[in-house]
């Protein structure tokens, strides 16, 4: 077995309570589903039906000719109900609300064959396009109707990637159950043939021994694909860490691994592109983690998209307590305020937290017996084995930087947030925080998290960032002198907002 | 406990209906907060770190607590008095300054309390450690802004002041310890025979004291510099809490080792071999405790380096040719005086000026 990589900095964290079972529940399909129009990578698409019409699940109802996107599917059968514009993760979107007869039969996409082999390469980017998989992850899967920044063709590196490096992660082992295993190869080969000149690498956790043990034996015989063990640090999972630990290549922060000519998708999205080419399946469903302390049983669903939140944790959560519900990731993940929305492509896990407010005695002299912390000076950091809990409670007032340096020492791109942030507070905003690289924070939030006196680096490093680019610094200069040829640099629009 | 939350709510409603009182209510939040922890909810990220800064600072006094029943059991029970005149006075300027700043009382206090008594002489009159720790609190720290902002430790601030206004009670008249049977727990104070600390026995006779004696106290010196054994365990601890970073004291006594052990091969009667100078004065408590101290030293990492090698160097430098005895609280002042320079010069290394 390889030796695990990693980069310098960053923190794991290991074994909270409440991790998602290997288990899948389906949900049922939903009676009423709403579909935002732009869903992950990409532009918001036109819509192409009206209220009234009828609508077939897989069947496309948002596309957009101009713009980099991809297509949007109905989830369900049934008839629309209403379009209209509803705020959508900070801002406008289109959504159709379908009313559909509960039943779970979809339209197959077409062209799907089993024998996938035998499809020329414009046909895959065809079905693929087609499916609405184009649109997963950071920078969505290259085709040439522009569902990425760049062509296929451009994609000097394809990396797939599951090392789960959040406190809660969808499980790996469970994607990879049975036969899908075999399925995430074969994906592998299908997104390889419309990525020719693209070298293939495999990021997995080095902590999942199994897997990596049978991936290893079922690909020795690929000299194209290279196996990454990745220590689950936080935040591996980022493009930026990505390509910094497999490509050792510089990144350009602030843009994206697309335009280094790097595609980065995770598991799910091999695994729906592999449904999609040999199954004829088109995105309408997805595999959600529901997980996090707050869940009577965390595990695993599968729900169309479009179904209501509320349909999805109902009777879920444990009682008595109030939750608050964060997509993704707890250090930088959307709270999920309104549970009438619906879920979308993007979604891989919900974290249910509990909200604490409650005021513990000498909670600062505790011994810890689940408390997760950087420094060893709780119990619970004693073993690896301890499960720690988590909650929203800050865990101590607010005070002046005592120049600790935790922060520095978890920053994963090598800057010094505490001395960024005291040139933010006294507002001294010039060369010299861009000379400190305050572009270069890629907002993981691991400063915020480890600082003992609470103080908002991420945020107030983001203002300084914001009142910078208002005084008129161009961030690209700090940018684009440092690399040669930068792809779709024109089409590229900022990292998408959250 | 619920007793406790009743009084606390009964003071903080008097405090706001009562103008005259209102003054006092960073001293109420203050008791509030360490005892109840916060009601305060995360925004973005969503969780934090369990620790806090109360922690931090108690754990560095848990850290001492080795250190303070060694002195006890040296110096006898009146170290007790010490340490509550240092906490009673530091602690009054802290509040003092807190009430006209308006802000909240700060946790760093609580080790500056601590610290300070730890590096007077046992004999000290109560008045003077009284004296030094106010003037340590006001000029080493309240008059930069409060904790975090200050640029030197108050603690050493304090210890200098007394050494240049009083040198006669602090450098020549040493007590010798207790050691043995119940030692210093049982007795008020240590018989007052003058003695000389290992390092002027060296600078005067060539003496070389006893190692066994030097690792467990039983030599003169400072309340809490003498019994290293704890000093070690403590800021061991430390380290391996994250709580201090291994770079400077392990740098600091490399480069002791190495500039003593220079300066002893070439001129033996100014300098002491290298180990004996590890173990004798201040050094193990400077470099454990008040080096790493994070607010006052460099924060970068070749800062930290810098900085122990350069401390370690002084240190030797003036043991062996200043006048004075102990060189480790100037040697302390001058790396507070220069980690931010250093740290400038190695933040220009690390971070170039951006390309145009
Ligand atoms: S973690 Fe917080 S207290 Fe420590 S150096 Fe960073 S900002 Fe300062
Ligand atoms: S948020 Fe930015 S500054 Fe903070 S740790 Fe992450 S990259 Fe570093």
């Not at chain 2, 003036?318 to 005895?325: F, Q």
Request: aromatic share 10%.
């Amino acid at each position: 077995m390889r030796k695990s990589k990693t980069f310098s900095g960053g923190y794991r964290f290991i074994n909270f309570e409440g991790q998602p079972k290997d288990t899948l529940e389906e949900v049922r399909v939903p009676l009423r589903v709403t579909i935002p129009l732009r869903q992950g990578f990409g532009a918001e698409g036109d819509c192409l039906v009206k209220a009234g019409e009828g609508v077939l699940a897989g069947q496309i109802i948002g596309h957009s000719e101009y713009g980099v996107s991809s297509p949007v599917h109905s989830s369900i059968n049934g008839v629309v109900e209403e379009v209209k514009r509803v705020n959508y993760f900070k801002r406008d979107c289109l959504m159709v609300s379908i009313k559909g007869d509960g039943n779970p039969r979809y339209q197959k996409l077409p062209g799907a064959i089993n024998n996938w082999e035998s499809l020329a390469y414009e046909e895959i980017e065809k079905i693929l396009y087609l499916s609405g998989v184009t649109a997963l992850d950071r920078e969505g899967i290259p085709t040439r109707m522009r569902s990425s920044i760049i062509l296929p063709k451009e994609a000097k590196s394809l990396i797939v990637h599951g090392v789960g490096s959040e406190p809660y992660n969808i499980s790996g082992e469970l994607l990879l159950k049975g036969k899908n295993i075999l399925n995430l190869i074969e994906g592998i080969k299908i997104l390889r043939k419309i990525m020719p000149n693209a070298r293939v690498f495999l990021a997995l956790s080095s902590h999942s021994r199994k897997i990596l043990e049978e991936i290893e034996k079922l690909t020795s015989a690929y000299d194209w694909l290279e196996l990454y063990p990745l220590e689950p640090k936080y935040p591996q999972g980022y493009d930026e860490m990505l390509v910094a630990t497999i490509l050792k290549q510089k990144f350009p922060y602030g843009y994206s691994a697309a335009n280094v000519g790097a595609v980065i998708l995770n598991l799910q999205a091999v695994l729906l592109s592999y449904e999609a080419v040999v199954e004829g399946k088109p995105l309408i469903e997805r595999t959600i983690a529901l997980c996090g302390p707050a869940f009577k049983e965390p595990l695993h669903i599968k729900a169309r998209i479009g179904t209501p939140l509320r349909e999805a944790v109902e009777g879920r959560v444990k009682e008595g307590l109030s939750a608050r519900f964060v997509l993704n990731g707890l250090l930088t993940g959307f709270e999920l305020k309104d549970l009438n929305l619906p879920i979308d492509k993007t979604y891989s896990q919900i974290i249910g937290l509990v909200e604490n407010r409650e005021r513990k005695f000498l909670s600062f002299l505790n011994p810890g017996l689940k408390s997760d912390s950087y420094s060893n000076t709780f119990m619970a950091k004693l073993s690896p084995r301890i499960q720690k809990t988590c909650d929203t409670n800050k865990h101590g007032e607010e005070r002046p930087c005592i120049s600790c340096n935790y922060c520095e020492e978890v920053c994963p791109v090598g800057i010094i947030p505490h001395l960024l942030v005291k040139y933010v507070q006294c507002n001294i905003l010039d060369e010299t925080l861009m000379n400190l690289r305050v572009f270069n924070c890629i907002e993981c939030g691991l400063c915020s998290y480890v600082c003992p006196s609470k103080i908002p680096l991420a945020r107030q490093i983001r203002e300084g960032q914001e009142k910078l680019t208002i005084q008129g610094c161009d961030r690209n200069q700090c940018i684009l002198p440092y690399f040669d040829n930068l792809k779709g640099i024109e089409e590229y629009r900022g990292p998408k907002e959250l | 406990m619920k007793f406790l939350r009743q009084r606390l709510d009964n003071l903080r409603n008097l405090s706001q209906k009562n103008k005259l009182l209102a003054f006092l209510k960073p001293v109420i939040n203050a008791a509030d907060e360490i005892y109840f922890g916060t009601d305060k909810v995360t925004t973005l990220p969503h969780i934090l770190d369990s620790m806090d800064i109360k922690r931090y600072m108690s754990l560095v006094i848990v850290a001492l607590i080795p250190v303070a029943l060694g002195a006890v059991y040296l110096w006898g029970l009146r170290v007790l008095a010490v340490i509550a005149v240092s906490y009673i006075f530091g602690g009054l300027v802290e509040t003092i300054f807190a009430i006209a700043r308006k802000k909240e009382i700060h946790e760093g206090f609580l080790v500056t309390g601590l610290l300070f008594p730890l590096i007077l002489p046992p004999n000290v009159p109560l008045w003077m450690a009284a004296l030094g720790v106010m003037f340590g609190v006001v000029f080493g720290k309240e008059v930069f802004g409060g904790t975090g902002r200050n640029i030197f430790n108050p603690a050493i601030v304090g210890r200098i002041f007394l050494s240049v206004a009083f040198p006669s009670a602090m450098t020549t008249s040493w007590l010798m310890p207790f050691n043995q049977g119940t030692g210093g727990f049982l007795k008020f104070s240590a018989d007052a025979v003058s003695q000389a600390t290992p390092l002027t026995a060296f600078r005067s006779e060539r003496l070389i004291a006893d190692f066994g004696n030097l690792f467990l106290g039983g030599s003169p010196g400072c309340i809490g510099e003498t019994f290293r054994l704890g000093i070690l365990i403590g800021g061991i601890f430390l380290i391996f809490a994250k709580i201090s970073n291994w770079r400077l004291p392990l740098s600091a006594l490399l480069s002791v080792v190495i500039c003593a052990g220079i300066g002893n091969f070439f001129a033996p009667d100014k300098f002491a071999p290298a180990l004996f100078q590890i173990f004798s004065g201040g050094l193990l408590l400077g470099a454990f405790f008040m080096l790493t101290d994070p607010v006052t030293g460099p924060f970068t990492r070749a800062g930290k380096w810098i900085c122990g090698v350069l401390f370690g160097f002084l240190v030797v430098l003036i043991r062996g040719l200043s006048g004075y005895m102990e060189g480790v609280m100037f040697s302390l002042l001058l790396i507070n005086v220069f980690s931010p320079l250093i740290d400038r010069l190695v933040l220009g290394v690390k971070y170039p000026k951006i390309k145009k």
